[in-house]
């Protein structure tokens, strides 16, 4: 909860480290605040104002942390030739075109799936793809080298272990299939295909993973699950 949210909970670094396998749970935790933010939004504005102002509450409650990994890897990715230069501009705090439309990009589909949403298929997928995402930052962790010797990437990846992946995996795919059933196979699919590739452009970019690769990895996958659940929605899956 300490390095996911902007909750003021005290722990020590050491501590936030060693907790990856909990990270699952405080995703599932963090969609359920942006599910019950739009049911409450729609109460008195249209489905795309209630989505927007959902989204803004998940921005504010995780401090924009993963928006910021997203903005920096793309410029990365795009702006880069050299593995030199890829990390000298993850390095800067400013972000530069293909950041800023990586951002825009993001925040737009996720304020269109959830505005197609209602609010009770809203209650079950948001904290399903918010776990499956944070999952997925585990699982790049875990098998990708850090990029740098030192950092929040090396720091974590020390302690991405097989068994913490297990147990995060094992608590994403329970809350998964606990909220939407079935119909987790696909967003479990689309959460794989999008931390895959986040893994592999962090390879041939930077040859491993860092802390903003692992919010990039968070921000793709939420994006592919929420588009994929989406197209469920409007095929008649879920609540309504």
């Known amino acids: 909860m300490a390095f996911l949210t902007r909750v003021p909970v005290p722990a020590p670094p050491e501590a936030i480290a060693t907790s990856m396998a909990w990270f699952p749970v405080v995703g599932a935790l963090i969609g359920l605040a942006g599910a019950l933010a739009y049911a409450a939004a729609l109460l008195v504005v249209p489905p795309v104002l209630g989505a927007a102002l959902a989204t803004a509450a998940l921005v504010v409650l995780t401090g924009a942390l993963h928006e910021d990994g997203l903005a920096d890897s793309a410029d990365a990715w795009g702006g880069a030739s050299t593995r030199e230069n890829a990390l000298r501009i993850l390095d800067d705090p400013s972000h530069g ?32 793809a918010h776990a499956l995402s944070r999952a997925a930052m585990v699982g790049v962790l875990a098998t990708t080298p ?18 913490t992946l297990a147990a995060a995996l094992a608590a994403a795919l329970i809350i998964g299939f606990g909220l939407v059933g079935p119909a987790s196979v696909a967003l479990v699919a689309a959460a794989a295909v999008g931390g895959w590739l986040v893994r592999r452009l962090a390879l041939r970019s930077i040859g491993g993973v860092s802390g903003d690769v692992l919010g990039a990895t968070q921000q793709v996958t939420e994006v592919a699950i929420l588009v994929v659940a989406t197209a469920l929605v409007m095929a008649g899956w879920g609540p309504r």
Request: charged share 10%.
């Open 97 to 128: 075109t293909y950041g800023v439309v990586a951002l825009v990009l993001g925040l737009l589909l996720r304020v269109s799936a959830l505005a197609a949403m209602t609010p009770l298929a809203a209650l079950l997928i948001l904290p399903a």
């Open 146 to 163: 850090p990029a740098r010797s030192a950092g929040l990437g090396a720091r974590y990846a020390a302690f991405a272990s097989r068994r």
